[in-house]
């Protein structure tokens, strides 16, 4: 069974430009989450998907992130314009049901902004 | 802040010597599990211990629940080089979230 990918693995980009996070789920799993750790600090969650739907997108920073899933299968994140602390490594997670003992994460994107 | 509570923060041991990290946690919990982050890369998954365990093995890991004081602790024991790497307790709320820890950056000298 394939797991959670994520693409790309790392991105460098500068200030002000825009960069796209992508996120396939396994097969199959209708919840999808992303979460980051910013500057070496906490690991801190962004949204929950169920399918296509934002369960839960509290932890979204402000309005330069879009987080869209359509279709219900992948997800992207897309940073516009990013920020130099917009910097860390971000996770996307699956899970078939909603509870938190089968969440599945993905190896990650490392994104800098020089 | 749901944010779990970890220390230490950085750890530093020499190789073959035992590491212990904690984790605190205000909220009811289902379950918490420990990963393992390398630098600037992706989270493995260690282990994952249920609110009705007390403790679990797997390979050198030993983990132990309290939930009566909301805490957890991690064991690595003769530890290696390799084990260099931030640490996460994480853990899942009765309300189906999914919180993380603040981290534990454990250095393995050779």
């Known amino acids: 069974e394939a797991g959670v990918t994520q693409f790309p693995s790392h991105s460098v980009i500068e200030k002000g430009q825009t960069v796209t996070l992508r996120c396939d789920p396994i097969s199959g799993h209708d919840n999808l989450y992303w979460y980051r750790r910013v500057m070496g600090k906490e690991i801190k969650f962004l949204l929950h998907?169920?399918?296509?739907?934002?369960?839960?997108e509290s932890g979204m920073p402000n309005n330069r992130f879009l987080a869209e899933r359509t279709g219900g299968t992948y997800s992207t994140l897309k940073v516009q314009p990013a920020e130099l602390e917009d910097s860390g490594v971000y996770f996307c997670?699956?899970?078939?049901?909603?509870?938190?003992?089968?969440?599945?994460f993905g190896s990650g994107t490392r994104l800098t902004v020089v | 802040s749901q944010q779990g509570e970890e220390d230490p923060q950085a750890l530093s041991i020499q190789e073959g010597e035992n590491a212990t990290m904690n984790c605190s946690y205000k909220t009811s919990i289902n379950n918490l599990q420990w990963y393992r982050q390398n630098s600037g890369r992706g989270l493995v998954h260690l282990i994952l211990?249920?609110?009705?365990?007390r403790e679990k093995h797997s390979g050198r890991l030993r983990v132990t629940l309290d939930t009566s004081k909301k805490s957890s602790s991690l064991l690595i024991t003769a530890s290696r080089a390799a084990d260099t790497a931030s640490y996460f307790c994480?853990?899942?709320?009765?309300?189906?979230?999914?919180?993380f820890g603040t981290g534990t950056s454990l250095t393995v000298i050779p």
């Open positions: 994480a853990f899942g709320t009765t309300g189906n979230q999914f919180y």
């Open positions: 997670a699956s899970s078939l049901l909603r509870d938190s003992y089968g969440y599945t």
């Open positions: 998907f169920v399918k296509e739907s934002k369960q839960d």
């Open positions: 211990i249920r609110s009705n365990e």
